[in-house]
């Protein structure tokens, strides 16, 4: 394998999709290459800046919005038999 | 007919816990609000829709018959919230950028052929960003920029690579949820990750 095969091949090795033969030549590849094994390396703390978008605070009009609607389907749903309905 | 086991976001709605629900509108939040600001591109209208998500689920979750997860749910109201309003914006704006080229699912090289040398080796090694401290790699002005590199993407990559990479879903829970094949959901999140390395690449250097 080539780096530029073995580049294309970095999500489906991160996936568990290569065949084992496949991934044993991958992986054989890697040992011996410094610049793909950057480029896995700069892959996964690429991973890691995308999971640091996952959180977001939520804006306070919103929370208070939404606990006040949360408020008020309970209120409705136990008048008409809610919550614990059963299907 | 009988489910497994109950959903226990499910459940914790329907138990009329306030705390439960508002566990469950944090974690929910900044994935919701990422793919809502994907559809709608700006930040208020996103937050709009995240609302509007939140209360249509209330007002149906009487109905939902469990066939689906709570969550699969849940981000199916968004994208339909989503879809409803961009429809509404493109009957004022007209030809919106809907109709650019999409190759997310095409097998051509998804890192630039200029790196590498004939026989196939690199021109110029990546070098692991070992020189970048933690703090700017995670920190605020980087997410920025890779909000931006995400937005750049064709939209079919954009929203697997938001599934997978923000909101962490699993391969399985996202291309069933988009409708698509094992191979595509990985295409076009190959495309899409070269694509955000790339543009972290040229930020870092």
């Given amino acids: ?87 | 007919m009988v489910t497994a086991r109950p959903d226990p976001e499910l459940a914790a709605i329907l138990g009329g816990d306030e705390a439960a629900f508002e566990e469950l509108f944090k974690r929910y939040h900044g994935p919701l609000l990422r793919l809502a600001t994907s559809y709608l591109g700006d930040r208020e209208s996103a937050e709009d829709a995240v609302q509007e998500t939140w209360l249509t689920c209330l007002k149906s979750i009487d109905r939902f018959q469990g066939r689906s997860s709570f969550k699969t749910w849940l981000f199916g109201i968004l994208v339909n919230v989503a879809r409803s309003r961009r429809r509404q914006r493109s009957r004022l704006l007209p030809f919106a950028s809907l109709f650019g080229r999409d190759d997310s699912d095409s097998r051509r090289p998804a890192v630039d052929p200029d790196r590498f040398q004939a026989d196939g080796r690199w021109t110029s090694a990546p070098d692991s960003w070992t020189d970048v401290p933690e703090d700017k790699l995670l920190g605020r002005e980087t997410q920025a920029m890779v909000l931006v590199a995400i937005q750049a993407l064709p939209a079919k990559q954009r929203e697997v690579i938001l599934l997978r990479d923000v909101a962490g879903w699993s391969a399985e829970e996202t291309r069933t949820f988009l409708s698509i094949s094992d191979a595509n959901q990985r295409v076009r999140l190959h495309r899409a990750r070269a694509a955000v390395r790339a543009a972290l690449e040229e930020y870092l250097k």
């Avoid at chain 1, 033969?21 to 896995?40: M, N, P, S, V």
């Avoid at chain 1, 700069?42 to 208070?64: A, D, F, Q």
């Avoid at chain 1, 209120?75 to 614990?84: E, H, L, N, Q, Y």
């Fill in chain 1, 1 to 87: 394998m080539t780096c530029r095969e073995v580049v294309e091949l970095m999500t489906d090795y991160l996936e568990g999709a290569l065949s084992p033969a496949d991934r044993d030549r991958f992986e054989q590849h890697l040992a011996g290459c410094e610049g793909c094994t950057a480029y896995l390396a700069e892959l996964r703390k690429t991973l890691r800046v995308l999971g640091g978008l996952r959180e977001v605070p939520i804006p306070g009009h919103l929370r208070r919005r939404l606990l006040a609607a949360f408020g008020d389907w309970r209120t409705s749903s136990r008048v008409t038999g809610g919550p614990d309905r059963e299907q």
